[in-house]
């Protein structure tokens, strides 16, 4: 079955799965730092690898993260072509193209080409982990790598209960949305004719039912929070106990390993 | 002129949620259309709406066909036709005045607003409300604004998903009013099976994404003769998810 994976979580039981999340968020933050920093074609390569070492590990086709890729296609091609307007040629012998005074030259059609291919590995690995990752386990990865932050009476607590109910509440309100959407529209309601303005005005019949609804989500949930003896964050036990096993221990190893290559093809003179 | 489906399914990703339907809504008449959650009755009044297109066969709705290649500019004009009220339709409500918020519709298709008014007066909705944010209102008002607002542009078919559900006995009796003193053509559907199958002149009993029985009341559960063995009756109260039944009472010429 292939999926639009975006923002879902596809329980397979997969190694990648079986991952603690803590350890997934930091190599997709450590990944991101690390691939856009490359510009060489064997380090984008190396790089490559690992992703696709991560998504046959997911047990999840790459067919359906080249689905997901769709939805964002537009935005990756967008800065990508941003490179083809702003690079100058650096020499005469850089210039491929002059079309009535837009230049086009070898290095921006090569930097389009690296925005491209980062864009694209940091969203497949970043899609693969949470697609591996359910939302529950990612709320308490969060709150767990900021806890240390407490110290300094940073409310971790309640900011990660926060995340974790805003995730909870997505769908919720994606249902509210599609609701208002049809209701509106058999109501003659268009999006799709007229000015900027007209469609931009068309909005509002949505987005003020939407914002109701979701106050009064909130509203609702905060009374049945009460009623079960909820008053603060604090001295709360959790569902999900995260623990580090030597299935994350090998796979650092193996990251780390990765990383330094990545870096050290991109800057070595080789 | 009415609305046909002719071999129509649509799934949602790879789930069938309605296989081969074929059937007429006869114009000018009550359908009420019946069957357990999940069974595909919200997917069928979506697809009459056009709110969803078809994967295969095809909706005719008078004499515009709906496909699933059927662009938005004639969806819109298909949907000028159809009133839709939504299961909570009270969500749909955005305008500053309740006045306001009937009139949407009317503004959308270049109608006369003062439409807005005379709907609001033919429900007896309070005068001294119609300026009021539409969210001051209790729920079974902010019910009757949203269903005057789909009645005020006049469609010719008019669909009511769930219409009493979470309601009293009150709001229900009024908005009940609403349903049956409207002229247009209907489809209702319902777990409220009380309220409205005496008022259906069609039923449809939707079952695992199929129409599982079509006809007037005594079609679908037969005469009183048949209900002494009860082998029909009780394969559509199956259906419907009603358990055993365990008497049946004569109410009025209808069985309850």
Do not use: C
């Amino acid at each position: 079955m292939n999926t639009n994976l975006f923002g879902r979580f596809i329980d397979t039981n997969s190694f990648i799965q079986r991952l603690d999340p803590r350890f997934k968020i930091v190599v997709n933050l450590l990944f991101t730092i690390s691939v856009v920093l490359l510009n060489r074609p064997l380090s984008l390569l190396v790089a490559a690898v690992f992703v696709l070492l991560v998504v046959s590990l997911s047990r999840i086709s790459l067919i359906n993260y080249i689905i997901g890729l769709k939805l964002i296609i537009g935005i990756v091609i967008f800065s990508a072509a941003l490179q083809l307007v702003f690079i100058r040629p650096t020499a005469t012998q850089d210039l491929l193209f002059n079309i009535y005074g837009w230049t086009i030259s070898k290095t921006a059609i090569n930097n389009s080409i690296v925005v491209l291919v980062r864009f694209v590995l940091m969203i497949i690995l970043t899609t693969a982990f949470t697609a591996s990752t359910s939302s529950s386990q990612i709320a308490e990865a969060i709150r767990k790598l900021f806890l240390p932050l407490e110290k300094i009476k940073v409310p971790v607590e309640n900011f990660s209960l926060m995340i974790s109910i805003a995730i909870r509440f997505i769908p919720i309100i994606g249902d509210d949305y599609k609701t208002i959407v049809n209701a509106q529209k058999s109501r003659g309601l268009n999006f799709y004719t007229g000015g900027l303005i007209k469609r931009m005005k068309a909005f509002y019949p949505i987005i003020v039912p939407l914002l109701v609804q979701s106050i009064n989500h909130a509203l609702n949930l905060a009374d049945v929070m009460t009623a079960r003896g909820f008053v603060d964050s604090k001295n709360r036990t959790h569902f999900h106990q995260l623990h580090l096993t030597k299935r994350d221990y090998l796979s650092a190893v193996v990251v780390t390993s990765f990383i330094i290559a990545i870096i050290f093809l991109n800057y070595a003179k080789l | 002129m009415s609305i046909i489906f002719n071999d129509v399914s649509f799934k949602y990703e790879s789930y069938v949620t309605l296989q081969n339907i074929s059937t007429t809504i006869p114009e000018n008449k009550t359908t009420v259309i019946i069957g357990k959650t999940g069974s595909g009755k919200s997917t069928f009044i979506n697809l009459v709406d056009g709110l969803l297109l078809p994967d295969s066969g095809n909706i005719v709705v008078d004499d515009s066909e709906v496909t699933r290649k059927t662009k938005e500019k004639a969806l819109a004009n298909i949907r000028r036709k159809i009133g839709f009220v939504f299961q909570q339709p009270h969500k749909q409500l955005f305008a500053n005045s309740v006045l306001e918020d009937v009139s949407f519709a009317l503004k959308n298709f270049s109608m006369d607003l003062s439409l807005a008014k005379k709907t609001l007066d033919r429900i007896d909705f309070p005068n001294d409300l119609r300026e009021n944010s539409v969210f001051d209102l209790s729920l079974g008002q902010q019910r009757m604004v949203a269903v005057a607002g789909v009645m005020a542009y006049q469609p010719k078919y008019l669909i009511f998903d769930e219409p009493t559900s979470g309601l009293d006995q009150e709001n229900k009796e009024i908005v009940f009013k609403q349903i049956t003193t409207a002229p247009q053509t209907k489809i209702i559907v319902t777990h409220d099976l009380d309220t409205f199958l005496p008022i259906a002149d069609n039923i449809l009993v939707f079952n695992q994404g199929q129409i599982y029985k079509q006809g007037t009341y005594d079609q679908i559960y037969g005469q009183h003769d048949e209900l002494i063995s009860r082998p029909t009756f009780q394969r559509v109260a199956d259906v419907l998810g009603l358990g055993v039944v365990h008497s049946v009472e004569e109410l009025g010429g209808r069985i309850k």
